[in-house]
């Protein structure tokens, strides 16, 4: 599915996972975001995933975004909902995700 003029394109025939998953992967030109951009190197690289409730992201955080033990850093934390909930919207409404809207 394109959008965009063809820069963000969502991938909607994958194979459910056990558990009702679907990976959902964004693709665009760049691909630098610092969310969900597999080509940034210093960025989250979050991976998504679409159920039947919503979306799910998973990450494993480097030490280097750590906060209080045992805790990601409150911003990579709001970083993580604010990409999440872009992406639930473009998955689920259709609506461009852009945590700048």
Same mark, same amino acid.
């Given at each position: 599915?394109?959008?965009?003029? /063809?820069?963000?394109?969502?991938?909607?025939? =994958?194979? %459910?996972? +056990?558990?009702?998953?679907?990976?959902?992967?964004? #693709?665009? !030109?760049?691909?630098?975001?610092? /969310?969900?951009?597999?080509?940034?190197?210093? =960025?989250? %690289?979050? +991976?998504?995933?679409?159920?039947?409730?919503?979306? #799910?992201? !998973?990450?494993?955080?480097?030490?280097?975004?750590?906060?209080?033990?045992?805790?990601?850093?409150?911003?990579?934390?709001?970083?993580?909902?604010?990409?999440?909930?872009?992406?639930?919207?473009?998955?689920?409404?259709?609506?461009?995700?852009?945590?700048?809207?």
């Amino acid at each position: 599915m394109a959008r965009e003029s /063809g820069q963000v394109r969502e991938q909607r025939d =994958g194979q %459910r996972e +056990a558990g009702g998953r679907r990976e959902i992967i964004l #693709e665009s !030109e760049c691909n630098a975001c610092f /969310g969900c951009g597999q080509m940034n190197p210093a =960025g989250l %690289r979050l +991976a998504f995933y679409e159920t039947d409730e919503g979306v #799910e992201a !998973e990450y494993a955080m480097p030490q280097q975004f750590a906060g209080p033990p045992g805790t990601a850093h409150g911003g990579i934390q709001a970083a993580i909902l604010d990409e999440t909930r872009c992406v639930t919207a473009y998955a689920k409404v259709g609506t461009r995700w852009s945590p700048a809207r």
